[in-house]
């Protein structure tokens, strides 16, 4: 390749690389202050990376998965009883403006230039350590400095709000995590900058009353170790498992209720919880209406006071919207993404992923609806970290 024909890819690897360290630079400050920011800066991102954007080969089925799985989704809408008041609320307006934007990032992460992949790593490695100590000191403060600023900056705010937004963003955190770790041994920074990381999540989650960022500590550790052993078994059965859960979700829902042991469970249990299984059991009683096409996107927010706003579980609302075509669509997308995390030989950079994937794949499981921008955004920092880890494939024949 001559000097005048390596210029330009030269330049454009620049330019990634300098966006994805900005990306990685505010994820600590975002994720701290306002998680559902997130939506706003990988959008801001994707629109500088731009010019990244190609589909590879081995991509190609999971880009082909997103843009069927985006036109069902806005087909759905004929049908759907939810009719958004403003494009604001238009979840298949923003989701087509998400899908090549937050790629874009991706790819920025893939065509970056080396030096500034490295640079990146180490950002995202220290970032989660600050993040850590921010965290651990809204625990021992009981939230002082996050009132401090939102009450100055932002205006009044109920402490006990405080409280939850900070439990928040230790989910974002307990995502992150095993990345910051993985960063940290490939660049020969200690891996005690993870120390801070898990340790500021876990205090944070334990004192204002979240739950599955310490379960989820737990699950990526056990992940984790498994893909350190058996790299190529791990990730496949990780994306199976991810499958079987989209498509027997609602059966599993049945059956426990076949039991007749439901209703006591749900009395059990903490209240959070018993909301959350209060939901799945309306959901799956909707869901036998409508089961091949669903109710339509966004149709959860139609059934209050049973469903409030998305039944807490990815797999039932997408069965609930969009039906099995939806739901084989999505597996398709997992499968495709998480199984390619399979390798020969052990490789830090995919066991983290696969231990983040799995993180994400449980709080969509238990906690956050499968819409959610911020929600969306976080996996796609997490595909974007996922390849700036991995090294730059060789150009397709038909991305050239």
Request: some cysteine; hydrophobic content about 55%.
């Amino acid at each position: 390749m001559s000097p005048a024909a390596a210029g330009p890819r030269f330049s454009l690897g620049t330019w990634c690389g300098w966006v994805v360290v900005f990306g990685l630079a505010v994820t600590p400050i975002v994720g701290w202050l306002v998680p559902m920011g997130f939506a706003t800066v990988l959008g801001f991102l994707g629109l500088l990376a731009l010019p990244a954007i190609r589909v590879r080969d081995e991509q190609r089925p999971t880009a082909v998965l997103l843009l069927l799985l985006l036109i069902w989704a806005a087909m759905s809408t004929a049908w759907s009883p939810y009719h958004p008041s403003k494009p604001g609320n238009n979840t298949a307006l923003k989701l087509a403006a998400q899908l090549p934007l937050y790629w874009a990032v991706i790819c920025a992460g893939w065509r970056a230039e080396p030096r500034l992949k490295t640079l990146g790593l180490k950002v995202l490695a220290w970032g989660a350590a600050l993040f850590g100590v921010l965290l651990f000191i809204e625990f021992a403060t009981d939230v002082q400095v996050y009132d401090y600023l939102h009450i100055h900056y932002l205006g009044p705010i109920r402490h006990d709000i405080s409280q939850a937004h900070i439990a928040h963003s230790s989910f974002v955190l307990a995502v992150i995590w095993p990345l910051a770790l993985a960063a940290a041994v490939k660049t020969r920074i200690t891996p005690w900058v993870a120390v801070p990381a898990v340790a500021g999540l876990l205090a944070a989650a334990v004192r204002f009353g979240a739950d599955a960022p310490v379960l989820a500590v737990l699950l990526a550790l056990m992940v984790g170790f498994a893909a350190w052993c058996w790299p190529r078994a791990t990730p496949r059965a990780l994306a199976g498992l991810g499958v079987v859960y989209l498509l027997a979700a609602p059966a599993v829902v049945w059956a426990v209720r076949a039991t007749g042991r439901y209703g006591a469970i749900q009395d059990a249990i903490p209240l959070s919880w018993s909301e959350r299984m209060g939901f799945w059991s309306h959901t799956v009683d909707w869901i036998r209406n409508h089961p091949l096409r669903g109710w339509g996107l966004d149709a959860s927010r139609m059934f209050g006071p049973g469903i409030v706003l998305h039944p807490h579980d990815d797999a039932l609302q997408l069965w609930l919207e969009l039906g099995l075509v939806g739901v084989l669509l999505a597996a398709g997308v997992w499968w495709t993404t998480v199984s390619r995390l399979a390798r020969p030989e052990r490789d830090i950079g995919a066991v983290a992923v696969t231990a983040s994937a799995s993180v994400y794949l449980l709080f969509g499981a238990l906690n956050f609806g499968v819409w959610q921008e911020w929600w969306l955004a976080l996996g796609a920092l997490i595909a974007a970290v996922a390849a700036l880890m991995g090294p730059e494939p060789e150009p397709s024949r038909a991305s050239t």
